[in-house]
């Protein structure tokens, strides 16, 4: 059954009576900007075909009464909630609604239902999705901005707060604020957002996810690590955020900040610059073109800020071996997922090369499947 039909079909079984909308808000894969968006840098994410589905209507008291096809029903009064208060997959949904009563808005209680289908744990931001689609919705029936980025700000604060996780901003605004057939670059110091053309088809790309089915612990300390090491290295130079280095500066105080401090710093350092290189060439109607900044993307990420994983290091080698034009893994790393840029005529060979490559070390078999740019967050009609 199609997402919509399951969740209207399933509020209706279960809260017996209508739901009064329907809102669906998508995972994302970040092309190129790692480990950048909260040192004020610069990123370029992508929604994809994947989603949260979610259904709701307003109740006349303060109850939370949150379905989810795959994980159950919980029950919390919006009264009771804070930092804290609710555990696993339902703190992303109350905290949505907890975070827009932050801004101001009288948010009274709700019946919601959702599905899913954006893999949980790789990567693809199952959480940012959950939060964007039950945030409209509460949105929509009590008010609160239009504005998707100021959206996509109370959604992260969900995430930070609600839920524990000192995430940055990155896929709150891809999964609100990303359109169809573009990639959408955030400046994360400003919040300045530029659409830029990815048509991989007219291109004969494809872009492949594949994921590794290993999964990552974005909130078991590692990435609050790296971003604590981050902050560290931009007080030892004296500015505000790395955002503000420069590979001559960091070079000039390379003592001072320590190997491990530097080689942070460099990651950060050079992949702003790789973003904006990868804008400019997309901006030439080049994207056949990227795939080694990709792949140095990767490389980046696997041996200055050590968050790739063995698993990413094999799809990203074994795809460029296959014939993929630039690979690298995506999101917070650990595991996850990577992606790989492809000619069209060689979906076929990447994808078998991978599946064997992991049978043949007896790992995990991993999915693959094209991803391609969508529009974030709406009502459906
Ligand atoms: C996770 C976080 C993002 C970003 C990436 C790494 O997806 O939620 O804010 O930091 O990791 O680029």
């Keep these: 059954?199609?997402?919509e039909a399951a969740v209207r079909s399933a509020f209706a079984a279960r809260f017996g009576r209508a739901p009064e909308g329907v809102w669906a808000a998508p995972g994302r894969v970040n092309l190129i900007g790692e480990h950048t968006d909260y040192n004020d840098g610069f990123v370029f994410p992508l929604a994809i075909d994947r989603r949260v589905?979610?259904?709701?209507a307003r109740r006349l008291d303060d109850l939370l009464r949150i379905l989810?096809?795959?994980k159950g029903l919980t029950e919390v009064p919006l009264s009771g909630l804070q930092p804290g208060a609710v555990e696993g997959w339902a703190a992303y949904v109350a905290g949505a609604v907890w975070s827009l009563a932050q801004e101001g808005v009288r948010v009274g209680g709700l019946d919601l239902v959702l599905t899913s289908d954006v893999p949980?744990?790789?990567g693809l931001s199952s959480s940012a999705a959950v939060e964007c689609s039950t945030l409209l919705a509460a949105r929509d029936l009590y008010g609160g901005p239009q504005d998707p980025i100021q959206l996509a700000?109370?959604?992260q604060r969900a995430e930070n707060e609600m839920v524990g996780v000192p995430c940055?901003?990155?896929d709150q605004t891809a999964s609100m604020a990303c359109t169809a057939g573009h990639v959408l670059l955030l400046d994360t110091r400003s919040l300045t957002t530029r659409q830029i053309p990815f048509d991989l088809a007219r291109a004969g790309l494809s872009l492949l996810v594949i994921d590794t089915r290993v999964s990552h612990a974005l909130a078991d300390g590692a990435y609050a690590e790296r971003r604590g090491v981050c902050q560290q290295a931009a007080r030892l130079l004296g500015i505000p955020a790395l955002r503000d280095a420069t590979e001559a500066m960091l070079e000039a105080s390379r003592d001072r900040l320590g190997e491990l401090h530097y080689r942070r710093a460099r990651h950060v350092v050079r992949e702003n610059g790789r973003v904006l290189e990868v804008v400019r060439v997309l901006n030439l109607g080049q994207p056949d073109r990227i795939g080694p900044t990709l792949t140095a993307s990767h490389a980046s990420l696997r041996d200055d800020y050590q968050v790739s994983a063995a698993e990413l290091d094999l799809a990203v080698e074994t795809a460029t071996t296959a014939g993929a034009l630039g690979a690298r893994m995506t999101g917070a790393g650990f595991g996850g997922c990577a992606l790989a840029l492809v000619p069209a005529g060689a979906t076929g060979t990447v994808a078998?090369?991978?599946?064997r490559t992991f049978a043949d070390r007896r790992l995990q078999a991993p999915t693959v499947f094209p991803v391609a740019p969508v529009d974030g967050?709406?009502?459906?009609?």
């Excluded at 589905?53 to 709701?56: M, Q, R």
């Design 68 to 70: 989810s096809l795959e």
């Design 153 to 155: 700000r109370i959604a």
């Design 377 to 381: 967050a709406s009502r459906l009609p």
């Design 352 to 355: 078998e090369a991978i599946t």
């Design 53 to 56: 589905t979610v259904v709701a």
């Design 1 to 3: 059954m199609p997402a």
């Design 120 to 122: 949980v744990g790789s």
């Design 168 to 170: 940055g901003i990155m």
